[in-house]
């Protein structure tokens, strides 16, 4: 059974960067998956932020991409999430994904860690 | 960049009752990479259908998807008191993942 643990602190200064980690348990993190951030600010919907890839390969919500960076650890099979500059507006429940391939051209987030808050305040 | 709007933003309905979702995209897009979440409060999201129409390892045959172009659908024939929740329809283009907005389904 796969699962998906996020960590990281729950409370971020303004302007300071954001570090969160997700560990991935029941797959190996070099298996043909993109792996995911997306977010959620209290009371709103679903923001996904990027994901990256084993092999290196990243993409990024162009409305976050000056700000954010994805990363693999193959040797902790996890992967990582920094987002810097950030502003009150960041405070959300971030969620960590799998991307996984059902079949030719065909993706979906199946597997989802059960979130984390985080708060930006001084 | 594609703009995913779903509609209504809210239902209230009745347990045993037919509901149908609506999420369009601003153009066209492929279906291969649309699919549904439910959500319910303080939980994450949980994958109910892929590729616009399959449903996900261990959903109810209650729920189904369909659609193309810019206009998918996702039905629950009957609704359970578990499936009084937040869904939201999602797709990728060009290596970009979009959410819908959500429609909330309530008692």
């Known amino acids: 059974q796969v699962q998906l643990q996020e960590s990281g602190p729950g409370l971020v200064r303004p302007s300071g960067t954001l570090s969160l980690t997700c560990a991935v348990f029941g797959d190996s993190i070099t298996s043909n998956n993109w792996w995911n951030w997306v977010r959620q600010p209290p009371g709103k919907g679903l923001e996904w932020i990027g994901e990256?890839?084993?092999?290196?390969?990243?993409n990024y919500n162009p409305s976050l991409k000056s700000r954010v960076s994805i990363s693999v650890d193959k040797s902790k099979n996890q992967f990582s999430l920094r987002l810097s500059s950030v502003t009150a507006a960041d405070t959300a429940v971030y969620f960590c994904?799998?991307?996984?391939?059902?079949?030719?051209?065909?993706?979906?987030?199946?597997?989802w860690g059960q979130g984390t808050m985080v708060t930006v305040s001084s | 960049e594609i703009v995913l709007t779903q509609s209504p933003g809210t239902l209230s309905l009745s347990p045993g009752e037919r509901v149908t979702l609506s999420c369009r995209a601003s153009?066209?897009?492929?279906?291969?990479?649309l699919a549904w979440y439910q959500q319910k409060p303080d939980q994450a999201p949980r994958l109910l259908i892929y590729?616009?129409?399959s449903r996900a390892t261990g959903i109810p045959d209650r729920f189904s998807g369909s659609g193309s172009g810019t206009d998918f659908t996702l039905t629950i024939s009957r609704l359970e008191p578990e499936d009084f929740a937040v869904y939201y329809c999602h797709h990728c283009d060009s290596s970009l993942w979009t959410f819908g907005q959500g429609t909330k389904v309530e008692i």
């Open positions: 990256t890839h084993h092999r290196g390969n990243t």
């Open positions: 994904a799998r991307d996984h391939q059902y079949g030719e051209s065909t993706w979906a987030f199946d597997i």
């Open positions: 153009q066209s897009v492929a279906s291969s990479y």
């Open positions: 590729g616009a129409s």
